[in-house]
């Protein structure tokens, strides 16, 4: 085992790659409920030359690699099942390119949500990317990769719809460019009008390669931007609400909460809705869009536009929202995980009460929370629980909230977003054997060593 | 912070990594993460391996006391925390260092630190008799002085340090502000060997100097660092001190403005780096940089990232001595010093002698001698008097 | 529980019908004001109740102090009429019940009550205030309750302000300098109608800061500014309190612009009207607002009031307004900072 060390040391340097047991510690984990299992070594690559050496090492030596951005996925999905390599990406951070006319960027594999936010701002502030609510170091490439959300996520769908290109180093260690730019110099399409390959390792949780470069599309920034928060008391309203709100295409992102704490947001349901333009005018026409909407169930006084000070409207505003982090203290105990099912609008009453009944059952505080995705084709309802991390009956019982919750949305129809192994099982149960048949052969064959972050996605 | 406290608290870190940026999120403001780039190393790595020793889950070794001791307790990490035990981060890690102090688990290096400390009151190693070779003739702190001039160690016996001793010295004495300094006398303050855990020896620091402080009938003391600033700001009262104390920043602030001392023009272009231990600790900007304005013909260029979210020099936690950051361009200072040099400015301006010993340093390593000056304030001033 | 001491012989005898007839959101002559407030009396049903937006200024309108506001607030209550929606009275519900943790700096005979708005907190410091802090009390504790008028539960703020009245009473406190004019204007009007005692004395934050001011004279450097009064819906429970705004102005050197709508004729900020009547009439009267500020050449727009920050100081301030608070008008005045501000 000793050789690997010294042939990882010999890619990377000795200063980036680690036998020692406090990486190994720290890197088997993540800040979520799964079950910790320590890494062999930790590496972290400045290059795809370095990516792909590390790639051939593991396949000669049969050891598994999990590439890992920042582990805020919370679903153990870069802890290294079998033991291993992790792969820290974070060294490859650099922001390659910008072509402000196609509006798009490319990224290395380890560049982080916070560092392109604020490059964007710097350098092309009439541009933005779809910025998820979870912290900056947050990488793109893992974010793409599992099919994360952002704030424009209720205008142009997932964070990996918004992906023009990858350059992906295979588990066999060829360095494979996908979409337009394995024609040309250009990232703007990540597959159409070729074969969209795209989907090879797009959701596939590290198991398929590497990602080592992401095109990303960009969107216009304008200039203001405001936000409106609807209340209602009634779920059931809430997919109606929403079809009347997406319907007149005016709104950036709409995400909705609930919550029991603080007590002025217990019993009710908000919808937040972002608003942005480049003048009074837009944004003043988009709002009184918003607000004509929804006229009917202020008129039934079902429902309402919330007025909220100032500093309560900067802090939803703030992208990331880091507010949203401050949930796992809420125990004083540093933990909270979510499972985030996408489903159809119309399950989200019964996925809104059932959040709080297993809070309830499992004695554990909650977060129901849901963003709007593609303009309501569909949503991601968040199912979060929060834990005392010092508190290992209280952390079981979020673990079996989680898993009863994601237990009901499967057999609602719902998708498993971001699953953990748990929960990639229970979608594997679910799925047409021929569906599941092509998963399983495709990863074979993109990955005949199985050294991939093996465990996920693996049919018995 | 009662070691109780924070082995009751640590598990509260989310890992969530908000600790390792600035505010604007443009680059790692976190000096170990910044240096060595294993998640382990900032704030959240070093939280989780500090819980997982006290679980027994890790066990102590090298790798550890060099995550644990390379923190320079800068406070970024409290600065950008989303949690409320934001304020509590480096009091927890000082209360780790403080526990394994008493288990006697310390690097071999911090070991050294807190001998030469105890033995020479002074972590250099030099001799007591020497501390006051650099005062020539400046005048002893008499009862009736207004001000006793706290100078430090390295202001003492660090050769940059030195210079900015005398070059504050030479601004009080034109000023006609009545000060002495302890000279040989002068104790060691203490604020590395609080942030490094050894309590016990920062009580009897804190004790001689409070005792000495009383007996000279002490009331108001000047800092020339501001590590000492902040010790005894904040740590010597609940020992029992009973004065007032000011970093020489917020006096000289105040004599140029009531022109107490004449300046002449400096056509220098200068950047201003926030130490850790007057910024984020005491929130102290703007005085600093009220008197480079002051002086006429001297242009003040900010770096990106200043004030809150200033990056340390990585010289905090004895780290001047120490170095455990050193090593490669990515060593705190020396990044630093090439966002100093990429304002455009001709002068690094620093307002402690710790900057000053890693950033001279730095500017050294980086081929920009000649290029990019260092300089204290007091120097700065020092240079302008009429 | 405490009924409203109301003199129906005064509303039946009243030729003006002030109350209805000068409603900015209602449109009704003398006659059919008559009628429908002969309804809303006597407990019938009347389309006034849903179209009343709780402005309060009818409060101020009636010239017999025969509170017709407090008269609307318990019929709509008593008819289950929300003015707001159910959540989000049910959020002004929760937000405001208390939850026995007392906020207080070190109390005294004289202290300042921030109700249960931290801003106001925000807000007093410096030497307008130095005179009286930390004597203070913040929080749902010490919540005045007024607020409900907006929701039509005149039964939480009869059943809540004895409580109330004894958290005040119980920190040793007798003389209360009131931040908000809804607290200024609960304990001593509201209360009084209700036949609720208050057994300490309520003083006015205007009369408090024009009181420093003269003691600061010397500080005071005029502004030499124009600046629009919006006056908010609270100011209506205390009319007699407007006359400060024009003496606190006088002495830090600000022209209150004579606009159209000021003073009796003042708008609604607007923030209820959007949240619960819709856009075109939220907007209608921010609108209307704002370009009168515009018009008459303000400045600042001058907010007495936390609550109408927020729907209205960034709109001002995109108009090239600068929005302020009194507080920190005088503050600038005596060349102290800014505490609360908008950025666009």
Known sequence: MSDIYEALVKIVGKDYASNHHEERYFYGRDPGLMTPHEADYVVMPATTEEVQEIVKLANREKVPIV?????????????????????DMKRMDKILEVNENARYVVVEGGATHGALRDYLNKRHPNLRNSLPESPPITTIAANVVIHGQGRLTNQYGFNSDMVNGLEVVLPTGEVCKIGSCSVGPYWFSKGPPLP????????????????????????????????????????????DIIFKITHTEMVEDLAIWAQERPLMFRGNYHINTFLTADSEGELEM????????????????????????????RDFMDNPQKSMTAFADV?????????????????????????????????????????????????????????????????????????EAAEFVADKGGLLWKPNIDEQKIMMERMDPNTLKLMTNIKKFLDPNGIMNPGNWEAK | MQQQDYASQIHRCFRCGYCKFPTDYSS???????????????????????????????????????????????????????????????????????????????PPRVAKFFEAVYGYGNPL?????????????????????????????????????????????????????????????????????????????????????????????????????????????????????????????????????????????????????????????????????????????????????????????????????????????????????????????????????????????????????????????????????? | MPELKFDKAKCDDCKAVSCLVKCQYIDLDKTKAKKEWQKVINGQDSFVLKACVTCYACEEYCTFGNHPLYMIVERQEEKGILPQSRPITKQAINMTTAQGKFLVGKPEKTALSFCAIPRLYTLAS????????????????????????????????????????????????????????????????????????????????????YKRLKELGHEIKPLNVKAAYHRNCSARLVPETDHFVDDIFGLIGV??????????????????????????????????????????????CVFNCPACWDPLAEKVARRGIKPIHIIDLCKLAIGEKQAVEVTV
């Open chain 1, 67 to 87: 590439p890992k951005g920042a582990g805020l996925a919370l679903t153990g999905l870069v802890i290294p099942l079998k033991g291993g390599i992790v792969m």
């Open chain 1, 196 to 239: 969209d390959l795209s989907g090879l390792f797009l959701g596939w949780l590290g198991t398929t390669g590497v990602l080592t470069k992401v095109g990303l599309k960009l969107y216009p920034k304008k200039r203001i931007k405001d936000l409106e928060i609807f209340v209602t008391d009634k779920e059931d309203l809430i997919p």
């Open chain 1, 286 to 313: 988009k709002r009184k869009m918003v607000y004509d909407s929804v006229q009917e169930y202020v008129d039934s006084k079902d429902a309402g536009f919330m007025t909220m000070n100032l500093d309560m409207r």
């Open chain 1, 331 to 403: 125990r004083r105990g540093g933990g909270f995980e979510y499972a985030g099912p996408i489903i159809p609008l119309e399950l989200y009453p019964e996925c809104a009460r059932k959040v709080a009944e297993l809070a309830v059952k499992y004695r554990v505080v909650y977060g129901g929370s849901g963003r709007i995705i593609h303009g309501g084709h569909c949503m991601m309802f968040s199912f979060a629980y929060t834990f005392n991390r010092a508190d290992l009956d209280e952390m079981d019982r979020a673990r079996r909230a989680l898993h």
């Open chain 2, 28 to 106: 790692f403001n976190c000096p170990p993460y910044r240096r060595f780039r294993f998640d382990t190393y900032s704030t959240s790595g070093r939280l989780w391996l500090i819980y997982a020793w006290l679980k027994g889950e890790v066990e102590w070794s090298e790798r550890l006391a060099e995550v644990l001791y390379t923190c320079t307790t800068c406070k970024n990490c409290t600065e950008q925390c989303p949690m409320k035990f934001a304020p509590d981060i480096v009091d927890w890690i000082v209360g780790a260092r403080s526990d394994m102090v008493e288990k006697g688990r310390i």
């Open chain 2, 125 to 386: 190693k030099l001799l007591r008799s020497d501390r006051a070779a650099w005062a020539n003739g400046t005048k002893m702190y008499a009862p009736g002085d207004e001000y006793l001039l706290y100078i430090g160690c390295l202001g003492s016996y660090d050769e940059n340090g030195q210079k900015m001793a005398k070059a504050l010295v030479n601004v009080l004495d034109v000023a006609g502000i009545s000060f002495g300094i302890l000279g040989s006398d002068e104790e060691c303050c203490g604020n590395e060997i609080y942030m490094l855990g050894e309590m016990g020896l920062f009580q009897t620091l804190v004790e001689k100097n409070n005792q000495k402080f009383k007996e000279l009938g002490v009331k108001k003391i000047i800092t020339l660092s501001p590590h000492a600033y902040n010790v005894m700001k904040n740590r010597y009262p609940a020992l029992g001190a009973n004065f007032e104390v000011y970093h020489y920043t917020q006096l000289l602030k105040d004599l140029l403005k009531e022109n107490k001392v004449k300046i002449s023009p400096n056509k220098a272009k200068v950047t201003y780096q926030d130490p850790c231990f007057l910024g984020r600790y005491n929130k102290i900007y703007e005085e600093p940089r009220q008197i480079l304005r002051s002086i006429p013909g001297l242009e003040l260029v900010e770096m990106e990232k200043n004030r809150a979210d200033a990056f340390c020099c990585g010289g905090g936690s004895g780290n001047f001595i120490m170095d455990l950051l050193a090593g490669g361009e990515d060593s705190p200072a020396r990044v630093r010093a090439r966002e100093a040099y990429a304002t455009g400015a001709d002068t690094l301006a620093v307002a402690c002698p710790s900057c000053m010993t890693m950033f001279t340093d730095a500017v050294k390593s980086e081929d920009l001698d000649g290029k990019l000056a260092v300089k204290d304030i007091s120097q700065i001033v020092s240079e302008s008097l009429l």
């Open chain 3, 126 to 209: 410096g030497k307008l205030f130095e005179n009286v802090l930390p004597s203070w009390v913040l929080g749902t504790e010490f919540f005045c309750q007024a607020m409900f008028l907006h929701f039509a539960r005149m039964s939480v703020i009869t059943e809540n302000l004895p409580k109330i009245i004894d958290n005040i009473w119980n920190q040793g406190i007798r003389e209360v300098i009131f931040l908000h004019d809804e607290c200024y204007g609960t304990f001593t009007k509201l209360a009084p109608a209700y036949g609720i005692e208050v057994p300490f004395k309520s003083i006015h934050y205007f009369e408090h800061i």
């Open chain 3, 255 to 300: 022209e209150r612009v004579k606009r159209e709508y000021d003073h009796e004729n003042a708008l609604c900020c607007g923030g209820l009207l959007l949240t619960s009547f819709g856009y075109d009439k939220g907007h209608d009267v921010q609108k209307r607002n704002i370009d009168d500020m515009v018009k008459f050449g303000a400045e600042y």
